[in-house]
């Protein structure tokens, strides 16, 4: 009895750890000028890349050897477009369901949402439709979303076929469906230069992300985190 008590405390240590690192990193991010942020969230099962995507648009370097995130974290890049320059504020979290709950604040003030699936899995693929459910669900209404097939350079081990993507640009919110390779680069920069340009086209998205700053965060009670 006393080692499930155990383990139950540290199971709830570790939550409420996750939950301080992303407040923190919300409030961070809050002290930067917003008028001048865009705040994209990149959301998909784990391992599907999307920490090496990013790695690879922000340093252009790719690490093979990635960690899963834990929790959330954010890095900010620029873009030039025709009508100026845009800011992307990028934030990356963990796949696994046991950080679902704090999906709420994660999502708070995104103006778009990329969905990551691996273009050599089937599990990550039918996974799709979770997340943009997850989306309708705990984002801000009618977020608009792209949806990205990664390790295009698995050529060899793809098992995604053009009929089965072309499924995903049926589903309602979603802008384009975009295929990368974190490894070679390969469509990773154009990948964020099509929304930054998108972005900068659509200033009602900006007005949406300065007034959700004060939208209240409702954490399901109903969540299956731990």
Known sequence: LD???????????????IQIQYIFNHIFS???????????????????????????MTTGVFNEKA?????TSFKTHSFSTENGPVLLQIWDTAGQEKFQSLAPLYYRSAVLAIVFFDLTS?????????????L??????????????????LRDERIITENETQRIIQRKGVLFYA????????????????????????????????????????????????
């Not at 230069?193 to 004060?214: C, G, L, P, S």
Request: charged share 20%; aromatic share 8%.
């Open 30 to 56: 809050c002290k930067i000028n917003l008028e001048h942020y865009s705040k994209v969230v990149l959301v998909g099962d784990t391992k599907v890349g999307k920490t090496c995507v990013l790695d690879r």
């Open 136 to 153: 309708d669900e705990k984002a801000s209404p009618n977020l608009p979303r792209v949806v990205v097939g990664n390790k295009l350079d």
């Open 67 to 71: 960690c899963p995130t834990i929790g």
């Open 3 to 17: 080692d499930i008590k155990q383990f139950s405390f540290i199971n709830t240590i570790k939550k409420l750890s």
């Open 122 to 134: 089937i599990t990550s693929y039918n996974s799709v439709n979770h997340w943009l459910n997850e």
């Open 179 to 226: 295929e990368t390779s974190a490894k070679t680069g390969e469509g990773v920069f154009e990948l964020f230069e099509h929304i930054a340009t998108y972005i900068q086209q659509n200033d009602k998205m900006q007005q949406q992300f300065v007034q959700n700053q004060n939208a209240p965060i409702n954490f399901s009670s109903t969540s299956r985190c731990c």
